[in-house]
């Protein structure tokens, strides 16, 4: 009898421990899966960290790439701006430099032919190239200095171009400067006068200037 109620006593001891043990595993697997919902959820937490982080970094540096590539291209037009700038100037000093040596030149030439004329008159032969330049006018007026006139009058054997002296009216005229002459026909006129030779003169440096430059 004694052992029966031992026996059954033991066996309510043991069933509580068995209770007890299940209980605990209970509490343990949920504690487990309460641990690994919290890593996963770590887990999860983090790889989105970083995942912004990258996003985050890639965004930053694209910004960051376009305001500098804006800076550069922003520089590189005011460069290019300054460029242009600085050849407009030279484009315009090349003209002003052009200017100045063909007048430069003229200023030279002009003298140098007032010069010769002091030094001696050439009125003769610039009479001559003017009436070679009209053959075939018979009506001839040959205006030219006052100076000069008397001695062309002097000249009494000097013909011009077949024509002699009796056949060419020549006039006096103040407003023309020695050495040069203005012929007047009916076929049309030849302007021998100083001026006018040395306006020639500069067309033919401005010409020759300017083929230099192509």
């Not at 700038?85 to 007048?103: A, G, H, P, Q």
Request: hydrophobic letters at 35%; one cysteine or more; aromatic letters at 6%.
């Amino acid at each position: 009898m004694s052992n029966i109620i031992k026996l059954k006593s033991d066996s309510k001891k043991l069933k509580v421990r068995i209770q007890e043990s299940s209980v605990k595993t209970i509490h343990e697997e949920q504690e487990l899966a309460k641990e690994k919902e919290r890593l996963n959820l770590e887990n999860a937490l983090t790889q989105k960290y970083e995942l912004g982080y990258e996003e985050g970094q890639a965004a930053i540096r694209n910004e960051i790439e376009e305001k500098y590539n804006s800076q550069l291209l922003t520089r590189y037009d005011e460069i290019a701006k300054t460029f242009n700038s600085i050849e407009e100037e030279l484009e315009e000093y090349k003209d002003i430099f052009s200017n100045l040596v063909t007048d430069l030149a003229y200023m030279i030439a002009e003298k140098i032919v007032r010069r010769e004329i002091k030094k001696e008159t050439i009125i003769t032969g610039v009479i001559k190239e003017s009436l070679n330049k009209i053959v075939g006018a018979n009506n001839i007026q040959v205006k030219l200095n006052p100076d000069e006139l008397e001695q062309i009058k002097m000249e009494s054997g000097s013909s011009f171009a077949g024509k002699s002296l009796s056949s060419i009216n020549f006039e006096a005229d103040e407003r023309i400067d020695k050495g040069g002459c203005l012929v007047i026909t009916e076929i049309g006129n030849v302007d021998g006068r100083i001026t006018a030779q040395m306006e020639e003169i500069q067309k033919q440096l401005n010409a020759a200037y300017s083929v230099d430059e192509e």
